[in-house]
T-cell receptor, first 114, second 115 residues
Framework: AQSVTQLGSHVSVSEGALVLLRCNYS??????LFWYVQYPNQGLQLLLK??????LVKGINGFEAEFKKSETSFHLTKPSAHMSDAAEYFC????????????FGTGTRLAVRP | KAGVTQTPRYLIKTRGQQVTLSCSPI?????VSWYQQTPGQGLQFLFE???????NKGNFPGRFSGRQFSNSRSEMNVSTLELGDSALYLC??????????????FGSGTQLSVL
């Protein structure tokens, strides 16, 4: 069975600081991995996805994530936080063994301090 | 192209009542998935419909049901509402059914409050 764990339900950074949101998955085979973002009063939208073409994946709004098989991790980073990055971020995994269901982590709420 | 549309945006019901939520996917998308989002549990998968057939189901009681119409629009029904059903219900659509790398397009959700 697949699962995804996001460490830290709340992360606070200063504007201009590095953003690091952690995601670890448990899977016997490399799954399909995604990061979604949810802005207040909105649905989720895709930030980026791991497609096995490259371990470093670049997404929208300057975010990127690195797939590390040895650590079963897919952490999300952004070099310099902007006020508009304040939102909730969800790591998600999809695996055939679970019927292709998309399983989400519990989310990390990012606050950006001026 | 219009996005995923969910109606109504807000609902207030009392315990024991039933409720129906509606989702119109992006034009051309044939798969619709439903998720329940709560502060404590995060996003929980309810079910997925593809071409009017339920293709996948999460671990929710039978009070939660859904259907999909020939135009791909989907409805979700919750009967005998309980306080714990208060949540944001999100609908997502995709073209071929959310497999592999395919991304989901989410609506803004229906906020259900059960009193």
């Amino acid at each position: 069975a697949q699962s995804v764990t996001q460490l830290g339900s709340h992360v606070s950074v200063s504007e201009g600081a590095l953003v690091l949101l952690r995601c670890n998955y448990s899977s016997s085979v490399p799954p399909y991995l995604f990061w979604y973002v949810q802005y207040p009063n909105q649905g989720l939208q895709l930030l980026l996805k791991y497609t096995s073409a490259a371990t470093l994946v670049k997404g929208i709004n300057g975010f990127e994530a690195e797939f590390k098989k040895s650590e079963t991790s897919f952490h999300l980073t952004k070099p310099s936080a902007h006020m508009s990055d304040a939102a909730e971020y969800f790591c998600a995994v999809r695996e055939k063994s679970s019927g292709d269901k998309l399983t989400f982590g519990t989310g990390t709420r990012l606050a950006v301090r001026p | 192209k219009a996005g995923v549309t969910q109606t109504p945006r807000y609902l207030i019901k009392t315990r024991g009542q039933q409720v129906t939520l509606s989702c119109s996917p992006i034009s051309g998308h044939r798969s619709v998935s439903w998720y329940q989002q709560t502060p404590g549990q995060g996003l929980q998968f309810l079910f997925e419909y593809f071409s009017e057939t339920q293709r996948n189901k999460g671990n929710f009681p039978g009070r939660f049901s859904g259907r999909q119409f020939s135009n791909s629009r989907s409805e979700m029904n919750v009967s005998t509402l309980e306080l714990g059903d208060s949540a944001l219900y999100l609908c997502a659509s995709s073209f071929i059914g959310g497999t592999g790398y395919e991304k989901l397009f989410f609506g803004s959700g229906t906020q259900l409050s059960v009193l």
